[in-house]
């Protein structure tokens, strides 16, 4: 009686790989992307991104750990150099050289369109010399000056409270006022937006406006919640809801990238410094929104996507509030 063939055991790359625990493979990617980002961008043809995160198949997020590829246009031929399904990575571990053989993803970005900005009711940002010209969209949180407690600010997107891409391609517009989205009430003025330039240093896509001292202002949803505390960075996004105008939107963390070279319009194409990838149909007007838990851990704001493809990028939290990013320490 013959006996059945016994499956091939995998290589040992593929084996020492699948034998890490998760928080491993997570770490050992991190690493791959920073010490190999910058070359896996020359290697392959189309990559304008490189992140670690979890694999994507027919839209379902599974909790497979991977090297992630972001790409303008998914191309199934004509591709000199293509991102294949594994890449080969020598890595230090306990004092020796250890070869892995980590999974790739393939994301696209797809064309995306810049979305449009109570504070968790929606704000308009307008033109004071031209109240008609509004620009819609969500406020992230009320911020207070950690020198000046009495000094508030509304955290929102450049793209949005600076009108940028409205009216001076990346160049802010300072006369930039700040009201509610049904623009019955006067919230306060520009007060700083963070240099974005086409083609330029990484940035963040990110403003603050000071709130009018006369004007009391909140941000708290629907479902009675509010940012509370900044999570710091030290793990990733997960139980993520988008807190939009529109009420909140499911996020399903994907990836986490450095460096991405997204198109605005009116300004050109703009080298983002970090960013989180979720799965969640934002649309335009929710840019600025909150991406956070339901106990108020703010993982994020929401400012880029693709709804065809329920594609949000959010700004990592902790890079918001770092010390010395905006000309005053801003605390929630």
Same mark, same amino acid.
């Given at each position: 009686? %013959?006996?059945?063939?016994?499956?091939?055991?995998?290589?040992?790359?593929?084996?020492?790989?699948?034998? &890490?625990?998760?928080?491993?493979?997570?770490?050992?990617?991190?690493?791959? /992307?920073?010490?190999?980002?910058?070359?896996?961008?020359?290697? #392959?043809?189309?990559?304008?991104?490189?992140?670690?995160?979890?694999?994507?198949?027919?839209?379902?997020?599974?909790?497979?750990? /991977?090297?992630?590829?972001?790409?303008?246009?998914?191309?199934?031929?004509?591709?000199?150099?293509?991102?294949?399904?594994?890449?080969? #990575? +020598?890595?230090?571990?306990?004092?020796?050289?250890?070869?892995?053989?980590?999974?790739?993803?393939?994301?696209?970005?797809?064309?995306?369109?810049?979305?449009?900005?109570?504070?968790?009711?929606?704000?308009?940002?307008?033109?004071?010399?031209?109240?008609?010209?509004?620009?819609?969209?969500? @406020?992230?949180?009320?911020?207070?000056? +950690?020198?000046?407690?009495?000094?508030?600010?509304?955290?929102?997107?450049?793209?949005?409270?600076?009108?940028?891409? !409205?009216?001076? =391609?990346?160049?802010?517009?300072?006369?930039?006022?700040? *009201?509610?989205?049904?623009?019955?009430?006067?919230?306060?003025?520009?007060?700083?937006? &963070?240099?974005?330039?086409?083609?330029?240093?990484?940035?963040?896509?990110?403003?603050?406006?000071?709130?009018?001292?006369? +004007?009391?202002?909140?941000?708290?949803? *629907?479902?009675?919640?509010?940012?509370?505390?900044?999570?710091?960075?030290?793990?990733?996004?997960?139980? /993520? #809801?988008?807190?939009?105008?529109?009420?909140?939107?499911?996020?399903?963390?994907?990836?986490?990238?450095?460096?991405?070279?997204?198109?605005?319009? =009116? /300004?050109?194409?703009?080298?983002?410094?970090? %960013?989180?990838?979720?799965?969640?149909?934002?649309?335009?007007?929710?840019? =600025?929104?909150?991406?956070? +838990?339901?106990?108020?851990? !703010? #993982?994020?704001?929401?400012?880029? =996507?693709?709804?065809?493809?329920? &594609?949000?990028? @959010?700004?990592?939290?902790?890079?918001?509030?770092?010390?010395?990013?905006?000309?005053?320490?801003?605390?929630?």
């Amino acid at each position: 009686m %013959a006996t059945k063939p016994k499956p091939a055991s995998p290589p040992a790359a593929v084996r020492r790989w699948n034998e &890490l625990p998760p928080e491993q493979q997570l770490a050992t990617v991190r690493e791959v /992307c920073g010490t190999k980002g910058a070359a896996l961008l020359k290697r #392959f043809d189309g990559v304008i991104a490189v992140g670690a995160g979890y694999k994507k198949s027919a839209n379902a997020v599974s909790e497979a750990i /991977c090297l992630g590829m972001l790409v303008k246009k998914k191309r199934t031929k004509n591709i000199a150099r293509p991102v294949p399904d594994r890449l080969l #990575f +020598t890595v230090i571990r306990d004092g020796k050289l250890v070869r892995l053989s980590i999974p790739t993803d393939v994301e696209e970005l797809g064309k995306g369109k810049p979305h449009a900005v109570n504070l968790a009711h929606g704000i308009r940002a307008f033109n004071r010399n031209n109240p008609k010209q509004g620009v819609p969209g969500a @406020a992230c949180c009320a911020v207070v000056d +950690t020198n000046q407690p009495p000094n508030r600010y509304i955290l929102g997107c450049r793209h949005v409270l600076a009108l940028s891409l !409205l009216t001076t =391609g990346c160049a802010a517009f300072n006369a930039t006022d700040v *009201a509610d989205r049904g623009m019955n009430t006067r919230v306060g003025q520009l007060f700083f937006p &963070l240099p974005m330039a086409p083609n330029g240093q990484p940035c963040l896509d990110a403003a603050i406006s000071l709130v009018d001292p006369s +004007t009391p202002v909140d941000w708290l949803s *629907a479902q009675g919640i509010r940012p509370t505390v900044v999570e710091p960075g030290a793990r990733q996004p997960q139980n /993520c #809801f988008v807190f939009t105008p529109d009420g909140p939107l499911q996020a399903i963390f994907v990836k986490e990238w450095a460096n991405v070279p997204l198109r605005y319009a =009116g /300004c050109g194409t703009v080298i983002i410094a970090g %960013a989180y990838q979720f799965q969640a149909a934002t649309v335009g007007g929710h840019s =600025g929104s909150p991406v956070m +838990t339901p106990d108020g851990t !703010l #993982f994020g704001m929401h400012f880029w =996507g693709d709804p065809s493809q329920s &594609l949000a990028m @959010a700004i990592p939290a902790f890079m918001l509030f770092q010390p010395g990013r905006f000309p005053v320490n801003i605390r929630l």
